[in-house]
């Protein structure tokens, strides 16, 4: 299948739906996996590294899930499909600078995607809407064991799967959860939850992954470490994390709304303004505004159909899928700020505004939201 | 001077601690040196938190000069990328490597998913040290007659993993093992004081 054909749809992830898809937008599970009596991908000699890339392509292939599959060599998509397919989280950073000997295969629902010769030589992941993060691993798992049918995968008694770093070795598992966090932005809190999560040996990172910045007030939040539990011991370690954040994201909102409603409904008023009239906007700035337009859609400020169209943004405004369906050449910044600004205004004019009356009035004491006063 | 984490900024943010009477230097930019939580230094330890830099150090405590029988990585190489060769280069750095991943995880026995055809020959394979250590606790208690049991499990044990997956051993080879008294075991004589 052509990866046009696949990119025209929106993922399964982004689209579907799932418990509290509100907040958490996506959970995802990657496991890391590697042959045995290989090289690691960044110790092999090309030769290698292709001869790899060919028994691990065609086992992907044969899979009864993978049928229709799109698959290609990396060395065959141009630099702008594979940013496409980094800012769909179908592969990451690191899988878009690689290039020969190197190659990613992927369902059309896009909820399986397979990177191989990544840092190890297959990488295998599952994503869905929601917090499902059991159902997930269910997914990749039973991949993984019927992989291991025709893959003789590289495994120690003790260690477990072995990974090219240490960092992932015995279930070779990242289980993550992406999360929509403004209240907890708006009530500066979340830097300590942060900390406080980073120190029972779970991460926090922003958009794409490790070391990169947290954009649209959004988190993903994983699991560090890979050695010394079960699969499932993590994950439900990481579910007690991630239930926790999620309750106190619902209440940072409710305390926003009860004693600072007004500066919260000025927030969306002002996104939805910017993004109506705007005609240059950075994706950083697009997608900040654009995380409050999707909290006032939680709160009920705009109807539920205009949510995958906001959804759909924090996407569509990414640098390579604005240019995607054009094949002039690489567009500069401000090219790209301006078409971004387009846009956005046209899909939100098909969003009524802000309806201010809708907002949920329990709570708010004897102030009047319309008079601006704080309890 | 570039950052040692993401090799690309300028390294803003020094450190030098001494752990066991070894120092160990880093070089980190700003960006980075957050994200690694540096900015607290009293609940900082290198090797903990740096996961590549700290690792390239412990397994510095292999002699020098060692490398990977099936990939020739060296330890060099790991200092530079963080990341191991090949499979084998966790048995060839094995001593400096479980000190490492005793810092990054949680534990240091991997207690998940087995892939199915392995499944059986890593019990057997556990089985098999947890007799032996049977063995050794039996012999050192002088309990022979345990011992000598234990060693016809063992034996039959290892016979099995010799042979090819799904095969059952030749019977009569079981019947010689559990019979077979011939090889009693002969305590070691004990000196006297």
């Known amino acids: ?375 | 001077m570039f950052c040692d984490v993401c090799k690309s900024k300028e390294a803003t943010v020094f450190l030098t601690q001494i752990i066991e009477g070894k120092m160990q230097k880093v070089n980190l930019c700003e960006g980075c040196s957050k994200e690694k939580g540096v900015n607290d230094p009293t609940g900082f330890a290198l090797a903990d938190l740096l996961l590549g830099l700290g690792a390239a150090q412990e397994i510095e405590k292999n002699p020098a000069g060692i490398r990977c029988p099936v990939c020739s990585f060296s330890q060099a190489d790991f200092k530079k990328t963080g990341r191991l060769g090949c499979s084998t280069c966790y048995d060839t750095f094995a001593e400096g490597l479980s000190g490492m991943l005793k810092n990054m995880h949680r534990g240091f026995i991997h207690t998940g998913k087995v892939p199915a055809r392995l499944a059986v020959s890593r019990l057997r394979n556990q089985e098999l040290s947890k007799l032996r250590e049977e063995l050794d606790r039996a012999v050192a208690a002088e309990q022979f007659e345990e011992a000598a049991g234990l060693r016809d499990r063992i034996r039959h044990l290892e016979n099995v993993a010799d042979q090819q997956p799904g095969q059952e051993p030749p019977v009569n080879r079981i019947a010689e093992l559990s019979e077979g008294e011939s090889e009693p075991i002969v305590p070691k004589p004990r000196k006297q004081s």
Request: charged content about 25%; overall charge negative.
């Open chain 1, 1 to 375: 299948m052509k990866l046009s054909r696949i990119i025209a749809n929106t993922g399964e992830w982004l689209s579907g739906s799932g418990p509290h898809d509100q907040i958490v937008v996506s959970s995802r599970v990657r496991l890391a996996r590697n042959l045995k009596g290989k090289p690691f991908p960044g110790w092999a000699k090309k030769a290698e590294r292709v001869a790899v890339l060919e028994e691990i392509r065609s086992a992907v292939e044969g899979l009864p899930e993978m049928e229709n599959s799109f698959s290609e060599r990396l060395e065959d998509l141009s630099p702008l499909e594979k940013q496409v397919l980094m800012e769909r989280h179908l592969i990451s950073r690191e899988h878009a600078a690689r290039g020969a000997g190197s190659a990613v295969v992927m369902n059309p629902e896009q909820t399986l995607s397979f990177m191989i010769n990544e840092e190890d030589h297959l990488r295998m992941q599952a994503i869905r809407a929601g917090l499902q993060l059991e159902e997930v691993y269910a997914m990749i798992n039973r991949t993984d064991s019927e992989l291991e049918e025709t893959l003789d995968f590289a495994f120690h008694d003790e260690l477990g799967y072995l990974t090219a770093c240490p960092t992932n070795v015995g279930t070779g598992m990242r289980a993550s959860a992406m999360m929509h966090l403004p209240g907890l932005v708006m009530s500066e809190q979340v830097n300590k939850i942060i900390n406080s999560v980073n120190k029972i040996g779970l991460a926090v990172r922003g958009l794409h992954g490790e070391g990169t910045e947290a954009m649209g007030n959004l988190f993903q939040v994983s699991n560090q470490t890979t050695l010394g539990e079960t699969e499932e011991e993590i994950i439900a370690r990481l579910n007690r994390v991630i239930a926790q954040i999620l309750e106190h994201e619902q209440n940072a909102r409710q305390i926003l709304l009860q004693q600072r409603a007004e500066t919260l409904l000025d927030q969306i008023g002002r996104a939805y303004g910017i993004l109506c009239h705007a005609h240059s906007i950075t994706s950083k700035e697009a997608l900040n505004l654009l995380s409050f337009i999707k909290m006032g859609g939680d709160l009920g400020l705009f109807p539920p159909k205009s949510r995958l169209q906001v959804d759909e943004l924090f996407i569509e405004t990414q640098p390579a899928h604005l240019q995607k369906g054009l094949h002039a050449a690489k567009m500069g910044a401000e090219e790209r700020d301006s078409l971004r600004a387009a846009l956005i205004r046209a899909k939100l004019k098909q969003m009524p505004e802000p309806e201010i009356g809708k907002i949920p009035t329990n709570g708010f004491g004897n102030a009047s939201p319309a008079t601006g006063e704080h309890p």
